[in-house]
């Protein structure tokens, strides 16, 4: 038995060799049920892990010509957007 401790925000970290037996990756959903004093975890669903490369593709811009990072400016596109405040 491994023992952990409990963060502020009531946060626990798996251990390792728990987490790859079980599969639990990031994104993992986990069922907790209380019996007495006894804490069960249950993996509820499993998420496939993934890479950013798989998204590669997804978002095509159809304006012609090419688009660059640069041509984003937040601060330009929130000054020019109206002042919902009023």
Same mark, same amino acid.
């Given at each position: 038995? *491994?023992?952990?401790? /409990?963060?502020?925000?009531?946060?626990?970290? %798996?251990? /390792?060799?728990? *987490?790859? *037996?079980l =599969? %639990?990756?990031? =994104?993992?959903?986990?069922?907790?049920?209380?019996? =007495?004093? /006894?804490i069960? #975890?249950? /993996?509820?669903?499993?998420?496939?892990?993934?890479? #950013?490369? $798989?998204?590669? =593709?997804?978002?095509?811009?159809?304006?012609?010509g090419?688009?660059?990072?640069?041509?984003?400016?937040v601060?330009? #596109?929130? *000054? $020019?957007a109206?002042?919902?405040? #009023?």
């Amino acid at each position: 038995m *491994r023992t952990v401790t /409990v963060s502020d925000k009531g946060q626990v970290v %798996i251990p /390792v060799e728990i *987490r790859r *037996r079980l =599969g %639990i990756t990031p =994104g993992c959903q986990l069922d907790f049920s209380l019996e =007495g004093h /006894v804490i069960h #975890a249950e /993996v509820k669903r499993q998420v496939a892990q993934t890479n #950013a490369e $798989d998204g590669f =593709g997804m978002l095509v811009c159809k304006r012609p010509g090419k688009r660059h990072l640069a041509d984003f400016d937040v601060a330009l #596109a929130m *000054r $020019d957007a109206e002042d919902d405040r #009023a």
